[in-house]
Antibody
Framework: EVQLVESGGGLVQPGRSLRLSCAAS????????MHWVRQAPGKGLEWVSG????????GYADSVKGRFTISRDNAKNSLYLQMNSLRAEDTALYYC??????????????WGQGTLVTVSS | EIVMTQSPATLSVSPGERATLSCRAS??????LAWYQQKPGQAPRLLIY???TRATGIPARFSGSGSGTEFTLTISSLQSEDFAVYYC????????????FGQGTKLEIK
């Protein structure tokens, strides 16, 4: 059974940093691209960032480019999102999502339950 | 950025009836279109990809159609568990970084 478990969310002040993690199990992690998708409270879905199976292809939404960094450790079956210079508009539930492909062909076939990030003073 | 527009924002349908949800892209995305279902307090679930291919385990009452800029998700006979929010998402853009979702259609019980 595919499982994606996010962690690292919490309350943080504007301008500070936070690092999210996603622990994956139930599939061959290094065979698939992975993504972060977020959902602000009561709002729709927004793709944040994605990384290919070998970290050779990475993409970011314009809204986070230059502030967020995605990475993965295939030996640990883990995905990460380093979030710097956080803003109030980054407040959201952050989902880890598995791609159906090795490359960034973002059809998200499995999702975690999300970790909540709240940016507020 | 490709803008995805879903209509209607809310759709009221009775159980057993057919529901038709629309999604329009601001420019062609070919068949690079997926549909997701999200119930309150849950993560989204993939229903359809490639505009018309059902994901693993998705019942046959869900079907997708369209290409280019106009897409439709049809639920042929609504079950109680189908009342949820539905999102379309395009994945046509290159370079990476332009994958956009529609704003969602809430399917509610009439």
């Amino acid at each position: 059974e595919v499982q994606l478990v996010e962690s690292g969310g919490g309350l943080v002040q504007p301008g500070r940093s936070l690092r999210l993690s996603c622990a994956a199990s139930g599939f061959t992690f290094d065979d698939y691209a992975m993504h972060w998708v977020r959902q602000a409270p009561g709002k729709g879905l927004e793709w944040v960032s994605g990384i290919s199976w070998n970290s050779g292809s990475i993409g970011y939404a314009d809204s986070v480019k230059g502030r967020f960094t995605i990475s993965r450790d295939n030996a640990k079956n883990s995905l990460y999102l380093q979030m710097n210079s956080l803003r109030a508009e980054d407040t959201a539930l952050y989902y880890c999502a598995k791609d159906s492909s090795r490359w960034l062909l973002p059809v998200f076939d499995y999702w975690g339950q999300g970790t909540l990030v709240t940016v507020s003073s | 950025e490709i803008v995805m527009t879903q209509s209607p924002a809310t759709l009221s349908v009775s159980p057993g009836e057919r529901a038709t949800l629309s999604c329009r892209a601001s420019q062609s995305v070919s068949s690079n279109l997926a549909w997701y279902q999200q119930k309150p307090g849950q993560a989204p679930r993939l229903l359809i990809y490639g505009a018309s291919t059902r994901a693993t385990g998705i019942p046959a009452r869900f079907s997708g159609s369209g290409s280019g800029t106009e897409f439709t998700l049809t639920i042929s006979s609504l079950q109680s568990e189908d009342f949820a929010v539905y999102y379309c998402q395009q994945y046509n853009n290159w370079p990476p970084g332009r994958y956009t979702f529609g704003q969602g259609t809430k399917l509610e019980i009439k």
